[in-house]
């Protein structure tokens, strides 16, 4: 059983495109996150929900929106995409009390040409 | 501002040697320090943590050594094997805190070579 899943794990597109990404967990957490990883392997935190709730909300340009429909599901979508979101953006998951322990998915490789 | 710091870059060592990365921490209010490895083309994953209660945990070939008078905790991978070849994230966080996060080091690229 897959714990942290993303799909799709690999989107090429266009400049200007609107593209989303998935991502569910089936561990029982309340706390879910998007990072983005460059290719010096950064990882840098964008956003968290817990319960639903927006709790981190990173300099991030407001084309990027998530969106959970509910605790196990945390989407996120790109408005107007650039060369500069090429990047792997990861999924993750914790409980809000042990947010130090995450579960990250396998990653969604974005190519923007 | 870089708030959990990270040596080196880049680490190669050869099979059976012991491999070391280092972290520094700037903020007296962490308190859990895990440390995360990732295989080219995975999520990283929760490899040993911390707390700054004691000094020293070992997992198997791995150890955390912490010191927290000098802000400053590094892993140990005794008997380094090919297999460990991946890159190493320290991070550290408030653990317990509503608002809480990881702050993780830029990373360590390890090459285990045979």
């Known amino acids: 059983d897959t714990a942290v899943s993303q799909t799709p794990k690999y989107l090429v597109t266009q400049m200007g495109n609107d593209k989303s990404i998935k991502c569910e967990q089936n561990l029982g957490h309340d706390t879910m996150y998007w990072y983005k990883q460059d290719s010096k392997k950064f990882l840098k935190i964008m956003f968290s929900y817990n319960n639903k709730e927006l709790i981190i909300n990173e300099t991030v340009p407001n084309r990027f929106s998530p969106k959970s429909p509910d605790k196990a599901h945390l989407n996120l979508h790109i408005n107007s995409l650039e060369l500069g979101d090429s990047a792997v953006y990861f999924c993750?998951?914790?409980?809000?009390?042990?947010?130090?322990?995450?579960?990250f998915g396998p990653g969604t490789r974005l190519t923007v040409t | 501002q870089q708030q959990v710091k990270q040596s080196p870059q880049s680490l190669i060592v050869q099979k059976g040697g012991i491999s070391i990365i280092n972290c520094a921490y700037e903020?007296?209010?962490?308190?859990?320090f895990p440390w995360y490895q990732q295989f080219p083309g995975k999520g990283p994953a929760l490899l040993i943590a911390?707390?700054?209660?004691?000094s020293e945990k070992k997992e198997g070939r791995f150890t955390i050594s912490f010191n927290k008078s000098a802000k400053q905790f590094s892993l140990h991978i005794m008997d380094s094997q090919p297999g460990d070849s991946a890159t190493y994230f320290c991070?550290?966080?408030?653990?317990?805190?509503?608002?809480?996060?990881?702050?993780f080091g830029r990373g360590t690229q390890l090459t285990v070579w045979p």
């Open positions: 991070a550290a966080s408030f653990r317990g805190s509503t608002l809480g996060r990881l702050y």
């Open positions: 911390i707390r700054p209660d004691v």
């Open positions: 903020n007296t209010a962490f308190d859990y």
């Open positions: 993750a998951s914790s409980q809000q009390s042990r947010q130090g322990e995450q579960y």
